[in-house]
């Protein structure tokens, strides 16, 4: 029995409370939700190795593939692939091979945006030919000839249109005429979500759209805080022309492009009609003590990235006639962002005394030229001033169930909550039902104290099926297809169905213990005196409340009395300790075989 009481309405639901949390992890972004195709475009991935590029010698040409750290795109790119070939044959070629993120996905029909830059060995004239194939080079889906490649570097950009549909195609550049040629940048996207430029994967991008979350929150993660300072987030270098970006190695063991950049990341949020949550690195590597020690930026030196939060702050928001709000102009978005929500640090809570030290420094300065920024804090902090703490739990859907409550006993004058990471990840699996079970009921509890609770997100959001670094995951993929996991449909479901308002509700609920009851009794029954044990392990019950025990036989018995033996309430889990429930016949027909009871426990009064 339920019993919802409209007249008198209880806490408001925060309108931020159902986020996205977005990390560049198990290849969300790169191979993920970033819609390149081309893996290690820009050949920074590793210094000594050509990965994910390999040579293909055909037709009796001769030739080699090579990484050259000499007459470079800019100043930013480290190298540049060189094809090289030795021995020319009539029809053959030497070919650079890339199939993407474990397969580029083709569909017919579909169009694909082809961009790179080439520069031939200077005096030599050279063609080359790109070609969309299947992934054992028999079936060709798309075709482009550069009859001759110009002097110097040059940008080549065309669209091709498939002709089939494949999930692990390949892109090949062959070159047929001796000598070398060298190409930087190598990119191709398919059609993005909303058509942005350098945008977003479709599925995945309306998959997050679905959840109609009310704000992002980016780069992650540990992903901020990388392992090391030198491979923490720096928004500086995430920002213009792709070609200029250098990416940079991170915290989940693969580089990142950073194509997925600071100016992507609010224009996502923006098309998502999402509040931008910016997590800034604040000198604190991730790896806990004593290894972040030494990878700490000292104090001293922490000014810098004191300013750089300020300068993320500006390009987001500041006047197009200042120089941060000026770049973002000059990267197509004049308008503000309105970037309102600044975390500082990334669970720095587990470096607690760096921690301590830090975020004041940061929210002192935030606040001196924000005043109005949102400023969420990684842990509370004696004397510090503190408006939202971020919460972290990855536990079992026991635990999740168990602390449905949890919020209800929160001090009121108390900081915000944004329950920022999420997840059942003890018997989770790669994601089930059960997990997703656990996780909705938490989700009720913070929705009912959304007073305190004001904003949540489930971690993580993705992941490539090909990089599980991480279990389990909201919404799953590989290079052509995606499905969300339950705990994304329960995501979904509350994000897209969220309230402005509690309903103060009671339930009167029967306890699933049934089904133990009935078989341990069923059978053995007859008149005289039985025992069997039970355990009401899912009635949940806070301290003080009154818990009934009824019972029910599924024929009129005339006079059955069930005794409970001795119950110990606690919070959380109701269970019967050590002694037996007394089933007792008063009255009735001696020749009872199959009779079924059912233990029912009630819980009044709250
Ligand atoms: O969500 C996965 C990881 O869990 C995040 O990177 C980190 O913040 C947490 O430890």
């Not at 972004?29 to 970033?34: I, K, S, T």
């Not at 305190?452 to 959001?461: D, E, Q």
């Not at 099926?465 to 969300?484: E, H, L, M, Q």
Request: charged share 20%.
């Amino acid at each position: 029995d339920l019993t919802v009481d409209t007249v008198n309405p209880g806490a408001e639901i925060s309108p931020m409370l159902y986020g996205a949390f977005f990390e560049e992890i198990n290849h969300a972004g790169d191979g993920g939700l970033y819609a390149e195709l081309i893996s290690n475009r820009s050949f920074e991935d590793n210094p000594d190795t050509l990965f994910h590029w390999w040579v293909e010698e055909t037709g009796g040409s001769t030739g080699k593939l090579s990484l050259s750290d000499s007459g470079l795109l800019n100043e930013v790119q480290t190298r540049a692939m060189a094809i090289t070939v030795t021995a020319a044959a009539e029809g053959g070629a030497v070919s650079a091979v890339n199939n993407g993120y474990w397969g580029i996905a083709v569909t017919e029909g579909a169009s694909y945006r082809l961009n790179f830059y080439a520069r031939p060995e200077p005096g030599e004239e050279l063609p080359l030919r790109i070609t969309l194939e299947s992934a054992d080079g028999k079936q060709i889906y798309a075709e482009q000839v550069v009859s001759v490649l110009k002097e110097g570097w040059n940008q080549y950009s065309y669209t091709l249109i498939s002709s089939g549909t494949a999930a692990n195609a390949r892109i090949v550049f062959s070159a047929s005429r001796a000598g070398t040629l060298y190409l930087d940048m190598v990119s191709l996207f398919p059609e993005t979500w909303k058509g942005r430029e350098n945008g977003l994967r479709i599925d995945l991008a309306g998959k997050v759209a679905a959840m109609k979350p009310s704000f992002v929150r980016f780069p992650g993660g540990c992903f901020v805080e990388g392992k090391t300072p030198l491979d923490a987030y720096r928004w500086k270098t995430t920002i213009g022309p792709v070609e200029s970006r250098p990416g940079h190695s991170a915290y989940w063991n693969y580089r990142s492009s950073d194509g997925l950049g600071f100016h992507e990341y609010l224009q996502w949020a923006e098309d998502l009609q999402a509040e931008p949550l910016y997590v800034a690195y604040i000198g604190i590597s991730h790896d806990g003590d004593p290894i972040a020690k030494a990878n700490t930026v000292p104090l001293a030196e922490i000014q810098p990235w004191i300013q750089d939060v300020l300068d993320a702050i500006e390009y987001a928001n500041g006047p197009v006639t200042g120089e941060w709000g000026a770049l973002r102009a000059a990267n197509g978005h004049p308008e503000p962002f309105q970037l309102k929500y600044v975390e500082i640090g990334n669970e720095n809570n587990f470096q607690l005394s760096e921690y301590a030290q830090r975020y004041g420094l940061f929210y002192q300065a935030i606040k001196d030229k924000y005043p109005d920024m949102n400023i969420i804090a990684n842990t509370a902090l004696e004397g510090e001033p503190i408006e939202i703490i971020d919460e972290h739990y990855y536990e079992s859907a026991e635990w999740f169930m168990n602390n449905a409550n949890r919020y209800d006993t929160y001090d009121r004058s108390g900081p915000g909550i944004y329950v920022g990471e999420y997840a059942v990840t003890k018997g989770a699996g790669e994601g089930n039902l059960n997990a997703a079970i656990g996780e909705a009921a938490f989700m009720v509890g913070m929705e009912r104290n959304s007073d305190i609770v004001k904003m949540s997100s489930y971690a993580p959001l993705f992941v490539n099926a090909k990089d599980r670094t991480w279990n389990p995951d909201a919404i799953v993929f590989d290079s052509a297809s995606s499905y969300g996991t339950p705990s994304y449909h329960v995501q979904q479901l509350f994000g897209s169905n969220k309230g402005d308002v509690v309903l103060p509700a009671v339930l009167t609920a029967a306890g699933s213990a049934d089904a133990a009851v009935k078989q341990s009794i069923q059978g053995a029954i007859g008149l005289g005196s039985w025992s069997t044990q039970v355990e009401y392990s899912d009635v949940r019950v806070a301290k003080g409340d009154e818990v009934l025990f009824e019972d029910d036989f599924s024929a009129d018995s005339g006079g059955w009395t069930v005794k409970s033996g001795s119950w110990e309430q606690s919070e959380g889990t109701f269970r019967q300790s050590s002694s037996d429930i007394d089933v007792r016949a008063v009255a009735g027909d001696a020749s009872w075989s199959d009779y079924t009871l059912t233990l029912r426990a009630r819980k009044t009064g709250g």
